[in-house]
C-alpha cells in the first residue's frame, strides 16, 4: 500500500476513536438518565413527572425536582397491553431497540469493499507487468531506464581488450566529459552522440558502461526495445521524461540499446501506414537530440549491430557525429580478450593462451568469454585439476561443430561413406597450397545432422580473398562429394550443406565481386542495405536484371561449382592411395589429430605433387 494511503486511513481511525470519546463523555456529563421502561412508570404513578414527551421509540418524562443531578428520565416504548401484562408481576421491565445502523452501513460498505478489492488487483497486475508497482501504471509514461551513478557499472577500460582502436575513440569522449573546458578553449564542443557499430558479441555495452564507469557521471541504461508499448504516445513520453531525467544529473550518458528496434528508417512499409508508434517515439528522439545544449555534458551512446536498416535522420551530423567500429578481434585481439576471462580460471602450463588465439579466428569476444568457460567445464567434468591446451580444443570443437553423439550409431555403409566423405575434404584442403592447414578429421557425429566434420585453422587473420583462394575453399567443399563419387561410385545427401556453402561462394564471386571475365567487372547484386524491410515482408527488391543476364549470372555459378569439383576429383584421382589409407585409419580410431595428418602430408609430399593442379577449361 503506497505510503499517503497508509497516512489518510490513519487519520479516519483516530477520527473515529476521538468520536466516541466525546460520545462517551457526553454521555456522562449529560442530565438525561436512561431508566427500564417499569422505573418510568413507577414515577409517573409517584406523581415525580411533571410532563411527558412521546415519541415512536421513546418516552420522556422532565422531574419535578432534580434527582443526581439529572433532571430528565428518558425510556425505551413498550405496548401498553404488553407493559399492563408485565405489571401484575411487579419485576422490572424495558425494551431494547436493535439499531439497523450496523447492518444498513455493511449492506452498502462490503459491496464497495469487494469492488475496490477487485479494481486494486487487476490495477496492481498491471502495474506489475509494465513495471515499477502500483505506482507504475500511473507511471507508464515514465522512463525505465536503468540508472548507474558514477562506478556502480563496476566496468572500467582494463576491463575491455581486443578492441584498442573503439577505446581510443571512446577515451576521448571521456575527456570531453572531464575537462570540458580544456576542448572548449579553441571552440571545440562536446559529440552529441556516438554510434557503436559492429557485430553481435564484439563488446559494444561492456564498452559503453567503461565509459561511464571511466567517466565517473550518472549512466542512463535503456534498450530500444523499452520505449514502445501498446499504448499509443507511451514510447515519446518515455523518451521525453529520460532526457529530462538526464539534464537533470548533467554531466551523464544515455545509453540506448539495440538502438535499430527504435531508429528503423520511416516510411520502411508504406502499405501499413506512417504513424505507428515506433515512427512516434523516432521523431521525439529526433527532437530531443536536437534540443539538448552540448555545454550540458550530455551524450548519448548507442549500440547497433545493423546500421543499415537506421533512419538516415538519425545518423546526419549534429545527432550522432562519430560512428566507432567494434569489430570482431585480430589475433593479438583475441588473445588480450582470452587474458581478461582468463583470469579466474587455473591454467595449467601447456595451457598457451596465443595458441588458443591462434585456432579461434573470426571469434568475437562473446565467444572467446563462452570458450573458455567452456573449457573450465570441461576441465571440472574429467576432474582435473588445471586447465589444459585439450580442454580448449574440445570447447573450440563443441562451440564451432556442436556436441558429440556418439548415441547416433551408424551402420557400416554409412561409416564409410562417411569417412571417404571426410577425408575427402581434407586430402583436397592439404594437397592444394595456400589452404589452411586442416587441424582435425572426425567421424564423430556431432550437432543437430553433422555425422562428421573437418576443422581447418587459418594460419593468420585474412581480410582480402583473391579468386584463386576462393575457388580452392569451394574444391575443399566439394571434396567430400567429390570422394564419395569416386570410390563409391554414387552421390549421397551429406554434401547437402557443402553444396549451399559452395553456391553461395560462387554466387557472390560473380554478382559482387566481379570475378567473372564473361560478365565483366559489374556487381549484379543490389546493395544488402536497400532492401532490409522487403525482406522482413517476404518480399524480394525490384529486378533491374534481364532474363538474358540472369541466366548468363547462373551459367557462371554453375561452371565455379563445377569446376571445383573437377579439381577435386582430379587431386583425389592422384593421391587415391593415400585417400583409401586415410579413410581405413579414420575408420579404425574415429578422429585424426594434427599428428596423424602430418603423415598425410609427408606421403603427398614423397609422392611429389606439391604443385597445384592444372584447372580443366570451363565450358
Known sequence: MDRRQSWNVGYWLVALLLLMLLQSVWQGTSRIETVPYSAFEQALAEGRIADVTVSDRTVSGSLKSPENGKTTLLATRVEPELAARLEKYGVPYTRTIESPLLRDLLSWIVPALVFFGLWYFVIRRMAERSGGGLGGF?????????????????????????????????????????????????????????????????????????????????????????????????????????????????????????????????????????????????????????????????????????????????????????????????????????????????????????????????????????????????????????????????????????????????????????????MGHALVALAQPGSDPVHKVSIIPRGIGALGYTIQRPTEDRYLMTRAELERKIAVLLGGRAAEMLVLGELSTGAADDLARATDIAREMVTRYGMDESLGHVTYEPPRSATPELALLGGSPPRTLSEETMKRIDAAVAGLVAAGFATATVLLTKHRAVLEQGAARLLDHETLAEDDLRELTATLRAAGDQAEAERPTTV
Open 138 to 422: 500511473m507511471a507508464i509514461g515514465k522512463s525505465r531506464a536503468k540508472v548507474y551513478v558514477e562506478t556502480d557499472t563496476g566496468v572500467t577500460f582494463t576491463d575491455v581488450a581486443g578492441v584498442d582502436e573503439a577505446k581510443e575513440d571512446l577515451k576521448e569522449v571521456v575527456d570531453f566529459l572531464k575537462h570540458p573546458q580544456e576542448y572548449g578553449r579553441l571552440g571545440a564542443h562536446i559529440p552529441k552522440g556516438v554510434l557503436l557499430v559492429g557485430p553481435p558479441g564484439t563488446g559494444k555495452t561492456l564498452l559503453a558502461k567503461a565509459v561511464a564507469g571511466e567517466a565517473g557521471v550518472p549512466f542512463f541504461s535503456i534498450s530500444g526495445s523499452e520505449f514502445v508499448e501498446m499504448f499509443v504516445g507511451v514510447g515519446a513520453a518515455r523518451v521525453r521524461d529520460l532526457f529530462e531525467q538526464a539534464r537533470l544529473k548533467a554531466p551523464a550518458i544515455i545509453f540506448i540499446d539495440e538502438l535499430d528496434a527504435l531508429g528503423r528508417a520511416r516510411g520502411a512499409f508504406p502499405g501499413l501506414g506512417g504513424h505507428d508508434e515506433k515512427e512516434q517515439t523516432l521523431n521525439q528522439l529526433l527532437v530531443e537530440m536536437d534540443g539538448f545544449d552540448t555545454s550540458s555534458g550530455l551524450i548519448i551512446l548507442a549500440a547497433t549491430n545493423r546500421p543499415e536498416i537506421l533512419d538516415t535522420a538519425l545518423l546526419r551530423a549534429g545527432r550522432f557525429d562519430r560512428q566507432v567500429l567494434v569489430d570482431r578481434p585480430d589475433r593479438k585481439g583475441r588473445l588480450d580478450i582470452l587474458k581478461v576471462h582468463a583470469r579466474k580460471v587455473k591454467l595449467a602450463a601447456d595451457a598457451k593462451l596465443d595458441e588458443v588465439a591462434g585456432i579461434t579466428a573470426g571469434f568475437s569476444g562473446a565467444d572467446l568469454a563462452n570458450l573458455v568457460n567452456e573449457a573450465a567445464i570441461t576441465a571440472t567434468r574429467r576432474h582435473a585439476a588445471e586447465v589444459t591446451l585439450a580442454d580448449f580444443t574440445v570447447a573450440v570443437e563443441r562451440i564451432v561443430a556442436g556436441l558429440e553423439r556418439r548415441s547416433r550409431v551408424l551402420n557400416p555403409q554409412e561409416r564409410r561413406a562417411v569417412a571417404f566423405h571426410e
